[in-house]
């Protein structure tokens, strides 16, 4: 066990309990409710969804939660620690496990290496293929330049100049005036986000969140310590229509919890692929200000918009007196095996981020640098134009085969990014991710997009489906579709149904 676990509140976990059906093999028949919470928990964590190691509530807590008797509690505790499912110590309290010998759930949001495509169709990852041959030129271009640099020890902490230089340049262009020495090159997006999280936050800080939000994000800072505090998406007519920030709900957050960050993907969300508009960006900066809060602003996405020329600026460049820091990533744009990444901030957050940094990784790989800012600096247009004609046949290809195999599932269509989100009409993500693992297929399932594991009823799809798998794809997931339904009406009800005493 480690000196901090990720916990979940007693509502939390009533929640998932209450999506949850109580087995997957344990049919209708009536069992002692310690026994089908027990077999519930069970699940839940077999599935991922209450992930290992997540400190579980007292049982007083939890009794009062779901309006059953400690005792009824503390069986179902006792049931879980027999099975493996449960780990306690006294003075420590108890958190989840699983037996020996187990394997971890499958997780589709995990990489699997590319010779695995030719057996399954992975939608887990929103990644793309690389840009040929603009990538292979571009290789090249570094391979000459290189010898320069090989003259020297290597290490760049605050990143090669002529790529901190050519992605100040593109800030600039996009109506955000920056200079190098505001720029800090990563390793990818994920060592960018890392970095702030170990530069601005101390364990136990409060991070406001959209709910839901980029699944590896919500992961990280969890198991960094911070307190997670959802702030709910606007959905103003239902599935079909792309959500908004709900600037009342985030107004209440930032007075009332006083978060330290708050985490943001304004441009073509990650997974719901929603674009906020520079007036919702103004008020929520507002907001954020008065509460001093930092604004972690996540535009890994900001060049992707495949379906519109009308882009907001970013978020840095709307209130110069509000605290934000971006960050943003070559993987989508490029290629997800070029590693680099970058911050932009302060010149003086810059520096305190560069020395944090020499301790953990010194610096970014210079032929990936150079690379990047041979695509970036000298060939960006054809580059982002390569790039929107490939989402444009997949996006034209995909959803139609989408609504034709599927008709009963929802979804909004974004105008650029990367990723689909769709409501299942009640289907469970985990029983469709099960059931896409025997037809070939890899499944995101929306609860791993979620802070409590809401969102059982959705999925994320990638708009980077090639244009020529489309109708595979679709019928896949519709074969997928009517396993998981299948599955729902044979096996074990709901939870509030299993639990009632």
């Not at 920030?245 to 943001?264: C, F, I, K, M, T």
């Not at 809060?293 to 600026?313: N, Q, S, Y």
């Not at 944090?356 to 060939?379: N, S, W």
Request: glycine share 8%.
């Amino acid at each position: 066990m480690s000196d901090w676990q990720s916990t979940i509140t007693p509502p939390a976990l009533a929640r998932l309990l209450r999506a949850t059906p109580a087995s997957a093999t344990a049919g209708r028949q009536r069992r002692p409710a310690y026994r089908a919470l027990a077999a519930q928990v069970q699940r839940l964590v077999s599935e991922g969804r209450l992930p290992v190691g997540t400190r579980m509530p007292a049982e007083r807590e939890l009794a009062a939660a779901l309006e059953l008797s400690r005792t009824t509690i503390a069986t179902a505790y006792e049931t879980l620690r027999a099975e493996g499912y449960l780990h306690s110590r006294r003075g420590s309290g108890s958190w989840t496990a699983l037996p020996a010998g187990s394997s971890p759930p499958t997780d589709a949001l995990f990489p699997l290496p590319p010779d695995s495509c030719g057996q399954l169709i992975d939608l887990g990852a929103a990644s793309p293929a690389a840009p040929q041959p603009l990538l292979a030129e571009a290789a090249a271009r570094a391979m000459e330049q290189l010898p320069a640099y090989a003259l020297g020890h290597g290490h760049y902490p605050t990143g090669v100049p002529v790529l901190r230089e050519a992605v100040a340049q593109r800030f600039t262009e996009r109506g955000l005036p920056t200079t190098p020495d505001q720029i800090l090159i990563t390793t990818g997006a994920m060592s960018a986000l890392d970095l702030v999280r170990r530069g601005l936050l101390r364990r136990g800080d409060r991070v406001a969140v959209e709910s839901p939000s980029y699944a590896h994000q919500l992961r990280a800072l969890r198991q960094s310590g911070a307190r997670l505090v959802p702030v709910p998406q606007h959905r103003p007519q239902g599935a079909e229509q792309l959500p908004r920030w709900d600037l009342d709900d985030w107004r209440q957050v930032l007075r009332g919890a006083s978060p330290r960050l708050a985490y943001l993907i304004p441009d073509f969300h990650n997974p719901t692929g929603a674009l906020i508009g520079e007036e919702q960006r103004r008020e929520l900066l507002a907001a954020a200000r008065a509460a001093g809060t930092t604004v972690l602003a996540d535009e890994t996405m900001a060049e992707l918009g495949w379906g519109t020329d009308r882009m907001p600026r970013p978020m840095a460049a709307l209130d110069r007196t509000a605290e934000v820091v971006t960050v943003g990533s070559a993987g989508k744009l490029i290629w997800g095996g070029l590693r680099v990444g970058w911050i932009r901030a302060s010149p003086a957050l810059v520096r305190r981020l560069a020395a944090d940094r020499i301790h953990i990784d010194v610096g970014t790989p210079v032929l990936d640098q150079l690379i990047c800012a041979a695509l970036i600096g000298e060939r960006f247009t054809e580059l982002r134009e390569h790039r929107l004609a490939r989402l444009r046949e997949s996006v034209a290809a995909l959803l139609p085969a989408l609504r034709e195999h599927l008709p009963s599932w929802r979804f909004a269509e974004p105008a650029g990014g990367m990723t689909l989100w769709l409501d299942t009409a009640g289907l469970s993500g985990a029983a469709l991710a099960r059931a896409g693992e025997q037809l070939g297929l890899r499944i995101a399932m929306g609860s791993r997009f979620g802070t409590d594991g809401a969102f059982e009823a959705f999925v994320r799809l990638p708009l980077t489906v090639p244009a020529a798998a489309a109708t595979t794809t679709a019928e896949r997931l519709a074969a997928a579709a009517a396993v998981a339904a299948a599955e729902q009406g044979r096996h074990g009800a709901p939870a509030a149904e299993a639990l009632a005493v």
